[in-house]
T-cell receptor, first 111, second 117 residues
Framework: GNSVTQMEGPVTLSEEAFLTINCTYTATGYPSLFWYVQYPGEGLQLLLKATKADDKGSNKGFEATYRKETTSFHLEKGSVQVSDSAVYFC??????????FGSGTRLSIRP | NAGVTQTPKFQVLKTGQSMTLQCAQDMNHEYMSWYRQDPGMGLRLIHYSVGAGITDQGEVPNGYNVSRSTTEDFPLRLLSAAPSQTSVYFCASITSFTGQGARTEAFFGQGTRLTVV
């Protein structure tokens, strides 16, 4: 079946460090791929998305490229800030009505 | 435009009690879902709906019921609460369009933190 696997956390970085959070997926066809972010005490917010192979989603300095050949959608940011501390979820839309999430990666940024 | 509204935000139940978590959306989306979030397990799909009058089971449906009498509302019912249902519950409303290049997104409520003692 369809599934999403993302790197386990927590991930702790210093401010201005480079960030990569790995995400791979298993699915048939060409699902839409997402990264969602959850700040403490809040619901999930869409961070970025890509709907077809080789698309690059970007927002707030974060980027992820839809790689069909490696079934990956890794999240990257060149210089993280303390305000980026949150839990990040990789997800795919497996059908019109279902979105499947990875287990989440907690990111903590030290000043 | 309120988006997705969930109530209550917090709830404590005793084992065996029943309750309904409310979810309403004002975006006229056909697709709505309920998820539970547990540490280290991400979000797991409980039930989902593809339109008024149509619901189906997700990954972890046992102990929960849903109905969809209107496009706007999608309540989740706990029939007889158990400690294993202690979790954070999220309702999501999903755009209807899929496919390459199409607008596709899920909008989430703020969550309901439920504790069953």
């Amino acid at each position: 079946g369809n599934s999403v696997t993302q790197m386990e956390g927590p991930v702790t970085l210093s401010e201005e460090a480079f960030l990569t959070i790995n995400c791979t997926y298993t699915a048939t066809g060409y699902p839409s791929l997402f990264w969602y972010v959850q700040y403490p005490g809040e619901g999930l917010q869409l961070l970025l998305k890509a709907t077809k192979a080789d698309d690059k989603g970007s927002n707030k300095g974060f980027e992820a490229t839809y790689r069909k050949e490696t079934t990956s959608f890794h999240l990257e940011k060149g210089s993280v800030q303390v305000s980026d501390s949150a839990v990040y979820f990789c997800a795919l839309r497996s059908s019109a009505s279902k979105i499947i999430f990875g287990s989440g990666t907690r990111l903590s940024i030290r000043p | 435009n309120a988006g997705v509204t969930q109530t209550p935000k917090f709830q404590v139940l005793k084992t065996g009690q029943s309750m309904t978590l409310q979810c309403a959306q004002d975006m006229n989306h056909e697709y709505m879902s309920w998820y539970r979030q547990d540490p280290g397990m991400g979000l797991r799909l409980i039930h989902y709906s593809v339109g008024a009058g149509i619901t189906d089971q997700g990954e972890v449906p046992n102990g929960y019921n849903v109905s969809r009498s209107t496009t706007e509302d999608f309540p989740l019912r706990l029939l007889s609460a158990a400690p294993s249902q202690t979790s954070v519950y999220f309702c999501a409303s999903i755009t209807s369009f899929t496919g390459q290049g199409a607008r596709t997104e899920a909008f989430f409520g703020q969550g309901t933190r439920l504790t069953v003692v």
